[in-house]
């Protein structure tokens, strides 16, 4: 059967055919010059896909926190050579207080780490520990993947990452099963897994593996919570009402004195 095809279609048809020869033509015979616009452009692209992750990185920081925008964290300020220099560590005894004397504040939180061996079994590792008051998971947002964050109510349990269970447990179940925490002092610690949680992203301000109750820590490197000179690596407030910061700055101007105080006697012994 004949068949009948538009003229315009073979006009552009040939168009295309003849741009596409002139422009390897073009190509052929300006090879270096060519090549040097390409790998420009390229450069140019790569730089600014990389400028958007990075902000896109920075710009996510914490934003898992489903509280991120009324969490707050302590700081202590130090005078040096007339300058004055922020630290996030507090002392062990500043939240039960804080607890006690301070209004407006919803929640208070401790937080701290270590670097411990964890032991299954045969298998032994170095992993990186959180230790938290039982509240923690009452302020920042922590994904479970089994069990739930109940589990850190009870001082004995421990809450583990994905990658951290598949490292000792394979495909067993690791709810119930028990790890062995060391201490500096070669010291054993037993604790329960009572659930498994999505494992942290690099942008954020926690990289712990494990997660347990701040008491532990405690216990585990016999530290002295009443003292104004044992530090916690952070307290963290939850204020949910912004309007009341000026306020709470104000209150905690209270331990200031102690804490001063604090630091002098430890500087005396430091000395001697």
């Not at 914490?62 to 050579?81: A, G, M, P, W």
Request: net charge negative.
């Amino acid at each position: 059967m004949p068949s009948v095809i538009c003229f315009e279609n073979i006009k552009i048809g040939n168009m295309l055919k003849n741009l596409l020869i002139t422009s390897l033509r073009y190509i052929a015979k300006n090879a270096m010059f060519v090549g040097i616009n390409i790998l420009g452009l390229a450069i140019a692209i790569a730089l600014c896909i990389t400028a958007y992750l990075n902000t896109k990185y920075d710009m996510d920081w914490d934003k898992t926190h489903v509280n991120l925008d009324n969490i707050y964290k302590v700081n202590v300020t130090r005078e040096i050579q007339d300058r004055q220099q922020e630290y996030g560590i507090t002392p062990f005894a500043l939240a039960p207080l804080m607890e006690n004397e301070i209004t407006g504040v919803d929640e208070i939180c401790r937080y701290s780490r270590s670097y411990s061996p964890v032991k299954y079994g045969e298998k032994i590792f170095s992993k990186r520990i959180g230790y938290a008051d039982e509240n923690f998971c009452e302020i920042f947002t922590v994904e479970m993947i089994k069990g739930n964050t109940d589990a850190l109510k009870q001082k004995n349990n421990v809450l583990i990452s994905e990658q951290t269970a598949e490292a000792y447990f394979g495909n067993e179940d690791p709810l119930g099963k028990m790890l062995s925490v060391f201490n500096d002092k070669d010291q054993e610690f037993v604790f329960v897994v009572g659930g498994v949680f999505k494992e942290i992203g690099l942008n954020s301000s926690f990289n712990y593996q494990l997660l347990t109750q701040i008491d532990n820590y405690i216990d585990m490197w016999e530290i002295d919570s009443q003292k104004w000179d044992s530090w916690v690596a952070a307290t963290f407030l939850l204020i949910k009402d912004n309007n009341l910061i000026p306020t709470i700055n104000q209150q905690l101007e209270k331990y200031i004195a102690p804490q001063n105080s604090a630091r002098r006697l430890e500087n005396n012994q430091f000395l001697c």
